[in-house]
């Protein structure tokens, strides 16, 4: 775990610290179902912190992305949209990064993410076949 890691999970606790302050009281069996599962998949919290990480990335992007397309609508520019580099998502340590780069909490943080996306894709892509071939 480098110091950008670290970082990506001091943030992820002090918001979730935050909401646990301000929340209202949470479902006692959904969290008794949560507990046991979680029990019986012990490194589901660090896949969760994972995917949880990448999705506030991805979702930053988007609204700044959507931002940009709303300047320059109002600008009356809409027919000359350009490509933004802040909208793509990048997860992990930079290029330059030690001999071991591509491992550690952030980088696999885009390959879970990835992981679970791609699998409710291919989910998705299948059950559609098959539902197209059966009518």
Same mark, same amino acid.
């Given at each position: 775990?480098?110091?950008?890691?670290?970082?990506?999970?001091?943030?992820?606790?002090?918001?979730?610290?935050?909401?646990?302050?301000?929340?209202?009281?949470?479902?006692?069996?959904?969290?008794?179902?949560?507990?046991?599962?979680?029990?019986?998949?012990?490194?589901?919290?660090?896949?969760?912190?994972?995917?949880?990480?990448?999705?506030?990335?991805?979702?930053?992007?988007?609204?700044?992305?959507?931002?940009?397309?709303?300047?320059?609508?109002?600008?009356?520019?809409?027919?000359?949209?350009?490509?933004?580099?802040?909208?793509?998502?990048?997860?992990?340590?930079?290029?330059?990064?030690?001999?071991? /780069?591509?491992?550690?909490?952030?980088?696999?943080?885009?390959?879970? /993410?990835?992981?679970?996306?791609?699998?409710?894709?291919?989910?998705?892509?299948?059950?559609?076949?098959?539902?197209?071939?059966?009518?």
């Amino acid at each position: 775990m480098d110091r950008n890691d670290q970082k990506a999970i001091e943030a992820l606790f002090d918001k979730l610290a935050t909401i646990e302050r301000t929340a209202p009281p949470r479902d006692a069996e959904a969290e008794a179902y949560i507990r046991d599962r979680t029990t019986r998949q012990p490194a589901a919290p660090y896949y969760m912190a994972q995917t949880i990480v990448v999705q506030e990335e991805a979702l930053a992007a988007a609204e700044k992305r959507i931002e940009e397309l709303e300047a320059q609508g109002a600008s009356g520019h809409s027919r000359q949209l350009s490509r933004s580099t802040g909208s793509v998502l990048r997860v992990g340590r930079p290029e330059t990064s030690s001999p071991q /780069a591509g491992q550690g909490f952030l980088a696999g943080a885009a390959q879970t /993410a990835l992981g679970v996306t791609g699998g409710l894709f291919l989910g998705n892509v299948i059950g559609g076949y098959a539902g197209g071939r059966q009518g």
